[in-house]
């Protein structure tokens, strides 16, 4: 399978082959012409359909782009829902992992990040990310 893209300085865009084995990896690219400093990171989640069903794999995915971002000097960090949707994870658990794993991330290196956000396709999504930031 391919994800979707990632830009790169030489072409404006790159395809990258994802291996299932490469999941919860990450990686940081330069943002090439975006208003960006970095497009940190590209991370596969586990996929759920497929029999990946740990939480700590889905919660490396978070806690590694956290650790490749600040590698690069990045104060802020954007989320999306990582393995929900096509990867079969169900949102609820996945707000759960994300967020405790951003606040354990946050306690561990407390000078690592100012702004860490979620961005979120839809209301069920924003609802139980609402719901999982306030359980804590």
Not at 33 to 39: C, F, G, Q, S, T
Not at 55 to 65: H, I, N
Not at 89 to 95: E, R
């Amino acid at each position: 399978s391919f994800c979707d893209t990632a830009p790169s300085a030489s072409s404006g865009v790159r395809r990258f082959s994802v291996r299932p084995a490469l999941s919860s990896r990450a990686r940081a690219f330069s943002a090439a012409a975006l208003a960006l400093r970095y497009v940190a990171s590209y991370t596969v989640g586990p996929s759920w359909n497929r029999g990946q069903r740990d939480p700590e794999r889905l919660a490396s995915c978070f806690t590694r782009s956290l650790d490749v971002a600040a590698d690069v000097g990045a104060r802020s960090v954007a989320f999306p829902a990582v393995s929900a949707g096509a990867y079969g994870w169900a949102m609820d658990v996945v707000a759960d992992v994300a967020v405790r794993s951003v606040r354990r991330w946050k306690a561990a290196h407390p000078d690592g990040m100012d702004l860490v956000r979620f961005v979120l396709f839809g209301d069920a999504a924003l609802a139980e990310f609402t719901r999982a930031l306030g359980d804590g």
